[in-house]
C-alpha cells in the first residue's frame, strides 16, 4: 500500500532506524574459538537490546576477526534481533576477494570506489568512527 502512495505521489512517513555502534578492542587468547566470540557477542547484544535497530562493528579488534568471523556474526543478527549486523569493507575483505579468485579489475575498481566515496575502512584509525546513536564495547581478552 505505501508504495502505490509513493508511486502516486503521496507522501508517506518513515521511521529511521537507530545504528548501533559495537566497538571490538583488545586480542583474542589463543584458546578461544570462533564460536566462543560469535556466541558471546550474541548474548552481549540480546541482553542489550537491539531490535529493530541497525548495527555496525568498528574498532581496532575487527580486524583480528577473521572474514568468516566476521559473516557468522553478521548472520546472526536474527538471533540478537537486529534489522541488520554490518561490517564495512577493508582491506581484508578486499583481500578475501582476492583468495576467492575475483576478477583483479573488479577488485581495483571496488577498492578504488570505497576509497573515493569514504567507505574503505581502516578500524584502528579512531578518525574514521562514524557517530552512532549508541556505542556498545566488547573487548576480546575477555571471552572465554
Keep these: 500500500i505505501e508504495a502505490e502512495a509513493v508511486?502516486?505521489?503521496?507522501?508517506?512517513?518513515?521511521?529511521?532506524?537507530?545504528?548501533?555502534?559495537?566497538?571490538?578492542?583488545?586480542?583474542?587468547?589463543?584458546?578461544?574459538?570462533?564460536?566462543?566470540?560469535?556466541?558471546?557477542?550474541?548474548?552481549?547484544?540480546?541482553?542489550?537490546?537491539?531490535?529493530?535497530?541497525?548495527?555496525?562493528?568498528?574498532?581496532?579488534?575487527?580486524?583480528?576477526?577473521?572474514?568468516?568471523?566476521?559473516?557468522?556474526?553478521?548472520?546472526?543478527?536474527?538471533?540478537?534481533?537486529?534489522?541488520?549486523?554490518?561490517?564495512?569493507v577493508d582491506l581484508k575483505t578486499l583481500d578475501y576477494l582476492k583468495q576467492t579468485n575475483r576478477d583483479e579489475a573488479k577488485i581495483n575498481m571496488i577498492k578504488k570506489y570505497m576509497t573515493e566515496v569514504g567507505m574503505l575502512r581502516n578500524f584502528t584509525d579512531e578518525s574514521e568512527n562514524p557517530v552512532f546513536s549508541q556505542v556498545y564495547e566488547l573487548d576480546l581478552s575477555t571471552v572465554v
Design 7 to 88: 508511486m502516486l505521489g503521496q507522501p508517506i512517513s518513515m521511521t529511521l532506524p537507530k545504528v548501533v555502534g559495537y566497538r571490538i578492542d583488545g586480542k583474542l587468547s589463543p584458546w578461544v574459538t570462533s564460536t566462543d566470540v560469535v556466541l558471546t557477542i550474541t548474548k552481549h547484544l540480546r541482553q542489550i537490546g537491539v531490535v529493530g535497530k541497525f548495527v555496525e562493528f568498528f574498532g581496532p579488534g575487527v580486524e583480528r576477526l577473521s572474514i568468516a568471523d566476521r559473516a557468522t556474526i553478521a548472520n546472526m543478527c536474527p538471533e540478537y534481533g537486529a534489522t541488520i549486523g554490518f561490517f564495512p
